[in-house]
């Protein structure tokens, strides 16, 4: 199934695919042109629920589950970016879809991140909400944290809604691969600059995130070059959107990231 090509997969509401040695939850949303959406660390498909129906309104959202993460039970290997996204591309293969667009959250915008920059021949359309190109755009605070998390977190998840809504989950042994995977570091600028597909930033305003990061990350992808003409015709292929009253923790809960994101994506198929 190509970008650009109404879906054909059934919609389904909870059901697994096993793909690289995983058995890896999945739903389906809607019908039309497919989005994959990529949830952050911790928390699964769950945080896209303030914004999952409207989204789903005119495309069919497919929402993974990491591996560790949600009903996608662990496997013996380590949380890594590649191999994340690997496991995006092979169930993108398993459901019969050559293309889609992608957005990823958090962690999922690294997994994004590194689907568009090892797998370009099936991102249409790439959207990164809080997420940076390398690990320094992370606050010194937030670093931090990364560096010290470990099966000890787990003990406030296990009191938490996310409990209740994920039982089977291993909860020590998911701090304990997310704290090796954002301890490591990492620098994409290089490939970031050779992405080809149209490209939405998205950043709360008061984001885990560095602005002036926002800004490099933006500069990478051609933007904050030159005016963009009266016509805009001189304006790059990446755009660029800052929420207002968000931080990286509540971005997902706003209704203008559904409108935001909905129009990037209609816009550059000439929908008005």
């Known amino acids: ?67 560790a993460h949600g009903r996608t039970a662990d496997i013996d290997r380590p949380l890594r970016f590649d191999t994340l996204a690997d496991d995006i591309v092979a169930l993108m293969k398993h459901l019969g879809i050559d293309k889609a667009d992608i957005l990823g959250n958090s962690l999922g915008g690294a997994v994004a991140l590194r689907i568009a920059i090892k797998h370009p021949e099936v991102v249409d359309r ?13 606050y010194p605070e937030v670093r931090a944290a990364f560096d010290h998390m470990g099966p000890a977190d787990a003990e406030g998840m296990k009191r938490s809604p996310l409990a209740t809504l994920y039982p089977s989950l291993d909860w020590e042994g998911l701090f304990s691969k997310l704290g090796d995977l954002l301890r490591q570091d990492y620098n994409w600028a290089k490939e970031v600059e050779a992405i080809k597909a149209p490209t939405l930033l998205v950043f709360a305003d008061a984001d885990a995130i560095s602005t002036a990061h926002i800004m490099e990350f933006y500069g990478l992808l051609g933007g904050g070059k030159n005016d963009a003409g009266v016509d805009g015709s001189k304006r790059p292929n990446a755009h660029l959107a800052i929420v207002p009253g968000c931080t990286h923790y509540s971005i997902l809960t706003s209704p203008l990231i559904a409108d935001v994101v909905g129009r990037f994506l209609d816009e550059r198929r000439g929908v008005r």
């Open 126 to 138: 790439l959207v990164i909400v809080s997420h940076p190109f390398k690990r320094t755009g992370w």
């Open 1 to 67: 199934m190509a970008g650009g090509k109404a879906s054909t997969v059934k919609e389904t509401t909870g059901t697994h695919a096993n793909v690289n040695g995983l058995s890896m939850y999945y739903e389906i949303h809607g019908a039309g042109t497919p989005l994959i959406v990529l949830h952050g660390g911790v928390a699964g498909i769950v945080m896209f629920g303030p914004i999952l129906p409207a989204l789903s309104r005119t495309r069919q959202v497919i929402a993974p589950e990491f591996q």
